[in-house]
């Protein structure tokens, strides 16, 4: 296994357009989140999904956000209508049932809105 | 609800030196603490973390931290840097029932030969 995976690793999009990243997380955790980091700040929690079934929103998750894991394998983040305050570092993570484990995050997408 | 706070949000040493980074947490019930590092355009990587036991944690890379609940904190410490230590480090916190972490704003360690 070779960890948590996202894709893309840029994005540049104009704004007001739609966009969607992807993540592979570690075959065997069931667990998945979404963390959005502005520069210089620390990760904020958007969503997290239990096998397939999204369990927790954040209210930084505007009706903007979709976030969807289909038979609890990879994840997808969907962001409709983009504006240039969602330019930021995407980053998923997964574990198994707890955090007791730490998450094992991927490398992130960072998206910018110009 | 839990929040976490670094109280530097930047911590200047020179290589060998000894590093204290700060973490304070605020929570109503019992929690897992977390240190994770992040380098440039990466992801995370977990540290350390303190679930129950010995209030003396070792992680990788040398790095060690310290849970006092009295005082709710979990000072990350290191007794000699290295260049390539440099880094951003993130203090989290989870409830024991273990759903997500919420993490602190951060303090970016620069070690200076």
């Known amino acids: 296994d070779t960890g948590v995976s996202q894709d893309p690793r840029h994005k540049i999009t104009k704004r007001g357009q739609n966009v969607t990243f992807r993540c592979d997380p570690i075959s065997e955790h069931n667990r998945l989140y979404w963390y959005r980091q502005t520069l210089g700040q620390g990760p904020e929690f958007l969503t997290y999904?239990?096998?397939?079934?999204?369990?927790?929103k954040s209210r930084l998750l505007s009706d903007r956000f979709s976030a969807e894991r289909p038979k609890g394998s990879f994840s997808t983040l969907e962001i409709q209508r983009t504006e240039q305050g969602d330019s930021a570092m995407y980053l998923c993570a997964s574990s198994l049932m707890t955090v007791d484990y730490g998450y094992t995050f991927g490398s992130g997408t960072r998206l910018t809105v110009v | 609800a839990q929040s976490v706070t670094q109280l530097d949000s930047q911590v200047p040493v020179f290589e060998e030196a000894p590093v204290e980074l700060r973490c304070n947490y605020s929570s109503s019930v019992s929690v897992y603490l977390f240190w994770y590092v992040q380098y440039p355009n990466q992801g995370l990587q977990l540290l350390l973390k303190?679930?129950?036991?010995?209030?003396l944690v070792k992680g990788i890379n040398g790095f060690e931290a310290e849970f006092n609940k009295s005082q709710t904190s979990f000072h990350l410490r290191k007794p000699s840097v290295h260049i390539s230590d440099t880094a951003e480090y993130f203090c989290a916190v989870s409830d024991n029932a273990g759903n997500m972490l919420t993490f602190g704003g951060g303090t970016r360690l620069m070690v200076k030969p």
């Open positions: 303190y679930l129950s036991g010995s209030t």
């Open positions: 999904f239990q096998n397939e079934a999204q369990l927790e």
